[in-house]
């Protein structure tokens, strides 16, 4: 395929009324709302080092989180001659991993830190692609807009904040002419795989003095559903798994509510002495079942002690 012809395909595709697929709609989205031009050649834009720096240190937390992932990851594919980089949440590269004699090639096409891989700048691309869509993308050399990057192959995958907003897109590209879709499909395996994992890594970190509460019944294909819960045993966070499974904000704090209403503990106790009965049962827990030591903790005698464990429905271990 000449350059100039798929240019003329993505701009025939792109203003066709018939054409419904999602690359089409990228396409539609890079030529009318952004003004771009498939034929355009030119690199992508960079920041400058200064620059970078800054979206670097506003993200030092989430970046020191998701680096052992980007070394673990390059380990899967760098050998292949692939880039591993990741990026915030406006397609800017912020992170990356490659080998030493792959890097002026993946620098000559711009896929390097600072430069923008938004879909408003740089059109169908994976960063820029996933970040508009928020979803995983796999853009395999010429499904891209701009005919100059029709030799990659990108496979990318978004990773929501504990705010559930968009914070970022991980990126594996290629340049190899042998990359077959079905190789593609096996490396974007990894990478959602590794962007569930700094989701949740960096979802942990941020509620450092709540316990993180897995729910169960989500799809384990995607993000995992996290709820981190305060010593009063309120929920007061919640990945976007979470909030779109048990319909709670979908983006910005989380109203308080108690975990026992979210994951439907459901008993015959209410308000304070369901309270009581988490305090007693904690009490026993720490004492490894003696009552007697139980009591002590809780400042009651070992009747009374007795008598709050037959009323809360808790027997003696």
């Known amino acids: 395929m000449t350059n100039r012809s798929h240019a003329d395909m993505v701009a025939e595709q792109s203003q066709s009324k018939s054409a419904t697929s999602a690359l ?36 030092e937390r989430f970046l020191h989180v998701a680096g052992p992932q980007l070394d673990q990851l390059y380990g899967l594919v760098g050998m292949s001659g692939c880039n591993v980089m990741l990026t915030d949440a406006d397609g800017i590269v912020l992170d990356q991993r490659v080998s030493d004699s792959d890097a002026a090639q993946f620098q000559d096409w711009g896929l390097w830190q600072g430069a923008d891989w938004s879909e408003r700048m740089q059109g169908t691309n994976g960063i820029g692609t996933c970040l508009a869509e928020g979803r995983q993308v796999i853009i395999h050399r010429d499904q891209h807009f701009h005919t100059r990057n029709t030799g990659m192959s990108c496979m990318d995958a978004p990773i929501w904040g504990p705010d559930g907003r968009l914070l970022a897109a991980l990126d594996v590209s290629s340049a190899r002419a042998d990359q077959t879709e ?13 962007a569930r994992s700094i989701e949740a890594t960096f979802f942990r970190a941020s509620f450092p003095k709540a316990r993180i509460v897995v729910a169960s019944g989500g799809d384990m294909t995607e993000a995992a559903m996290l709820l981190a819960v305060d010593k009063d045993d309120l929920a007061v966070g919640a990945t976007r798994a979470a909030r779109r499974a048990f319909g709670l904000e979908r983006e910005g704090d989380l109203r308080p509510r ?14 304070f002495d369901r309270a009581e009965r988490a305090a007693v ?12 030591a139980a009591a002590r903790a809780l400042g009651i005698g070992r009747a009374t002690m007795y008598r709050r464990m037959k009323r809360l429905g808790l027997g003696e271990k």
Do not use: T
């Not at 890079?30 to 970078?52: I, N, V």
């Open 24 to 59: 089409a709609a990228s396409w539609r989205r890079s030529m009318l709302k952004h003004g771009l031009d498939p034929a355009d050649r030119r690199r992508p834009e960079r920041l400058s080092q200064s620059e970078l720096q800054q979206r670097r240190s506003a993200r």
């Open 182 to 194: 079905r190789y593609n499909r096996l490396i974007a395996a990894q990478v959602a795989q590794a």
């Open 258 to 271: 108690p975990a026992a209403d979210l994951l439907g503990r459901d008993d015959e106790l209410s308000g």
């Open 281 to 292: 049962a904690r009490a026993l827990a720490r004492a490894e079942g003696n009552v007697s």
